[in-house]
C-alpha cells in the first residue's frame, strides 16, 4: 500500500507536464492495481453503513467489519474458483 | 447492529427529491434533513468518482463503446457523470472530424488499458451504484412518511368525532 502511494506521488510530482496529464491519462499502477481494491470495498461498506445504521457513530467500526467481510467473501471466491480452474 | 428504516418528511414532492439526489450525490439525503449523512456520501461517491477517472483517465468514462458499464453504473453518479461523458464526447468528435494523419486525428486523451482502466471503470460505475442505492433509500423513506401520515389521518379523524358527539 505504502508502494503504491508513493508511485502516485512519484508520477505527480515527475515533470507532470511532460509525462502525465490529471484525469486525462491513465496512471501506470499496474504493478499495484491489487491494493486499489481496498478503498473500493470501504467506500462501498462506508456509503452502506451511513444508510443503514440507526446512529452514526456505528458507522466507522460497522463499516470496518462489513469492509473485512467483503474482502475474505471476494479471496474465498477468488480461491474456488481458482481451485476450480485448476482441478477441472 | 439492528438496521433503522425511519420515515424522512419532505417539502418537496419525492418525484423532485429522486431527481436532484440523482443529479447531485447526497442533496437528497440533505432535503430530508439527514445533514450529517449528506455530507459522508456526497464526500464518498464523488471520492470514488474521481479516483477512478484520476487512476484510469477520462477513457474510463466512455459512453459509446462501454455502453453497460456507462448506462448501467456510471451515469447514476449525476451531473458530474454526465458532463464528464460530455467532455470525453466532445473531444472523441474533434479528433474524428480532424484531417486524417494530422496531430489534431489524435484525441488529446491517452487511452487505458488493462487493469488501471479495470479499476477506473469500476470505481466510476460503483460511485454510480452507490448514488442509485442512495436515491431509493431517499424515495423510501419519503413514502414512508406519507404513509404513515395518510394510516394516521382516518384514526384522528375519528377521534375527532368521537369527541364531538
Given at each position: 500500500m505504502i508502494d503504491t502511494l508513493r508511485h502516485i506521488i512519484t508520477l505527480a510530482a515527475v515533470d507532470p507536464a511532460a509525462t502525465w496529464r490529471p484525469f486525462l491519462d491513465p496512471i501506470d499502477l499496474h504493478g499495484h492495481?491489487?491494493?486499489?481494491i481496498a478503498p473500493l470495498l470501504m467506500g462501498v461498506a462506508l456509503v452502506y453503513k451511513t444508510l443503514?445504521?440507526?446512529?452514526?457513530?456505528?458507522?466507522p467500526l460497522e463499516t470496518l467489519r462489513l469492509g473485512i467481510y467483503i474482502l475474505v467473501l471476494m479471496a474465498v471466491a477468488g480461491a474456488t474458483l481458482w481451485g476450480v480452474i485448476e482441478l477441472v | 447492529m439492528n438496521h433503522d428504516f425511519q420515515a424522512q418528511k419532505s417539502a418537496l414532492p419525492w418525484p423532485v427529491v429522486a431527481l436532484v439526489a440523482w443529479l447531485v450525490p447526497g442533496l437528497g439525503h440533505l432535503l430530508i434533513g439527514r445533514r450529517d449523512r449528506a455530507v459522508i456520501l456526497a464526500a464518498t461517491i464523488y471520492g470514488m468518482f474521481i479516483a477512478g477517472l484520476f487512476m484510469g483517465?477520462?477513457?474510463?468514462?466512455?459512453?459509446?463503446?462501454?455502453r453497460l458499464w456507462f448506462g448501467v453504473g456510471?451515469?447514476?453518479?449525476?451531473a458530474l457523470a454526465i458532463g464528464v461523458a460530455g467532455v470525453r464526447m466532445a473531444m472523441d468528435v474533434k479528433a474524428e472530424a480532424a484531417?486524417?494523419?494530422?496531430?489534431?486525428?489524435?484525441?488529446e486523451y491517452q487511452p487505458s488499458v488493462g487493469r488501471v482502466n479495470e479499476l477506473g471503470t469500476l470505481y466510476c460505475a460503483l460511485a454510480g451504484g452507490l448514488n442509485l442505492l442512495c436515491v431509493l433509500d431517499v424515495i423510501g423513506r419519503i413514502t414512508a412518511a406519507e404513509e404513515q401520515r395518510l394510516r394516521e389521518a382516518p384514526s384522528s379523524r375519528g377521534r375527532a368525532s368521537e369527541a364531538t358527539s
Open positions: 492495481w491489487l491494493w486499489l443503514k445504521a440507526p446512529s452514526l457513530r456505528e458507522v | 483517465g477520462i477513457d474510463v468514462i466512455d459512453p459509446v463503446g462501454d456510471q451515469v447514476h453518479a449525476g484531417p486524417y494523419g494530422s496531430p489534431e486525428a489524435v484525441p
